[in-house]
DNA sequence: ACGTCTGTTCTCCT
DNA sequence: TAGGAGAACAGACG
């Protein structure tokens, strides 16, 4: 499910609901979710821990506790939901991990196509964690930098589009924003990275920051079957140009969205403002 | 009925 | 070391 918008729209919500909430139990229900430790001590080490806050890093949830850091990711459909005492539901074949809290509350952790992961670590030891470690600089103004970003595109082999999909030059982006951002900047997502001009680049990074901090005010993007931890959908989809309009005029100049295949994600583009320009690899 | 599609990222291989 | 393919899994759709 998630991008950067959706994940960063959950936390708001898990801290709304859980934070200072102590763990009394937890229930692992299908103990692949649980990367390491053991399923065994991951839940002998939760129970007695205060959820002091939940943070993100890139697509990661951080659940500060007493004691240790838990790094959940919800990977392609992972859901939080929350539920008072005398309102609790029956877990389904899609509910993996139940937290139960000592006021009797309950927060489930579903997914249907098990993709999603947590991670127990020492107290502050989130951050070292292989998979956020390696994580390039959040999209915002302060922490994105236009020349370390033209850099990188310089030196890169990869065609645009693979390459923002990999976290490691700037985190957030999924297929959805991906398609969005590249039809902003008017850059087909077959580019080779290192073909782009400066202004390109510049546009590039512009439409990144904007348009992940956009969706972040809408609460993020449904199209299919996200929501965030109160059971609410986003609407981002409402500012989508591109993503899922095959077919559909092109905002900017009426032209049929086509949608092809890159890197095997499909990719929404409009043929005639984003054309792949022949230009030297530098 | 079956092949294809789906919001992610990790591992393996070249 | 970078990057492409395949894997992990389940369900919806035509």
Same mark, same amino acid.
């Given at each position: 499910?998630?991008?950067?918008?959706? #994940?960063?729209?959950?936390?708001? +919500?898990?801290? $709304?609901?859980?934070?200072?909430?102590?763990?009394?139990?937890?229930?692992?229900?299908?103990?692949?979710? #649980?990367?390491?430790?053991? #399923? *065994?001590?991951?839940?002998?080490?939760?129970?007695?821990?205060?959820?002091?806050?939940?943070? $993100?890093?890139?697509?990661?949830?951080?659940?500060?506790?007493? *004691?240790?850091?838990?790094?959940?990711?919800?990977?392609?459909? +992972?859901?939080?939901?929350?539920?008072?005492?005398?309102?609790?539901?029956?877990?389904?074949? /899609?509910?993996?991990?139940?937290?139960?809290?000592?006021?009797?509350?309950?927060?489930?952790?579903?997914?249907?196509?098990?993709?999603?992961?947590?991670?127990?670590? @020492?107290?502050?030891?989130?951050?070292?964690?292989?998979?956020?470690?390696?994580?390039?600089? &959040?999209?915002? !103004? !302060?922490?994105?930098?236009?020349?370390?970003?033209?850099?990188?595109? =310089?030196?890169?082999?990869?065609?645009?589009?693979?390459?923002?999909?990999?976290?490691?030059? #700037?985190?957030?982006?999924?297929?959805?924003?991906? *398609? &969005?951002?590249?039809?902003? @900047?008017?850059?087909?997502?077959?580019?080779? @990275?290192?073909?782009?001009?400066?202004?390109?680049?510049?546009?590039?990074?512009?439409?990144?920051?904007?348009?992940? @901090? !956009?969706?972040?005010?809408?609460? +993020?993007?449904?199209? $299919?079957?996200?929501?965030?931890?109160?059971? &609410?959908?986003?609407?981002? =989809?409402?500012?989508?140009?591109?993503?899922?309009?095959?077919?559909?005029?092109?905002?900017?100049?009426?032209?049929?969205?086509? !949608?092809?295949?890159?890197?095997?994600?499909?990719?929404?583009?409009?043929? /005639?403002?984003?054309?792949?320009?022949?230009?030297?690899?530098?």
């Amino acid at each position: 499910m998630p991008e950067l918008p959706e #994940v960063e729209t959950v936390k708001n +919500g898990l801290v $709304r609901l859980v934070q200072n909430k102590t763990i009394a139990d937890v229930d692992v229900r299908w103990s692949k979710i #649980v990367e390491s430790p053991t #399923v *065994d001590e991951f839940r002998n080490n939760l129970i007695g821990q205060v959820i002091e806050d939940v943070k $993100r890093r890139g697509k990661f949830l951080l659940f500060k506790l007493t *004691d240790f850091d838990l790094i959940s990711h919800l990977r392609m459909e +992972g859901k939080y939901e929350y539920f008072l005492e005398n309102e609790i539901s029956k877990p389904d074949k /899609h509910t993996h991990v139940i937290f139960t809290f000592s006021d009797g509350s309950q927060l489930h952790y579903n997914d249907v196509r098990k993709f999603g992961r947590m991670i127990l670590v @020492a107290k502050n030891q989130g951050v070292l964690y292989k998979g956020i470690k390696q994580l390039g600089p &959040e999209p915002t !103004k !302060k922490e994105f930098s236009l020349t370390t970003f033209a850099k990188k595109l =310089q030196r890169s082999t990869s065609l645009i589009k693979p390459l923002l999909l990999n976290q490691k030059v #700037v985190v957030g982006l999924g297929n959805i924003y991906t *398609d &969005e951002v590249l039809w902003t @900047a008017k850059i087909h997502p077959q580019q080779p @990275a290192s073909t782009l001009k400066q202004e390109e680049v510049s546009r590039l990074h512009q439409a990144i920051i904007d348009i992940l @901090a !956009k969706a972040v005010s809408a609460g +993020g993007t449904t199209v $299919r079957t996200y929501k965030n931890a109160l059971g &609410e959908a986003g609407h981002f =989809q409402l500012d989508l140009k591109v993503y899922g309009k095959t077919d559909e005029p092109c905002p900017r100049c009426q032209t049929p969205i086509s !949608k092809i295949k890159v890197a095997q994600r499909g990719t929404h583009l409009c043929p /005639h403002c984003q054309k792949i320009k022949r230009r030297k690899l530098s």
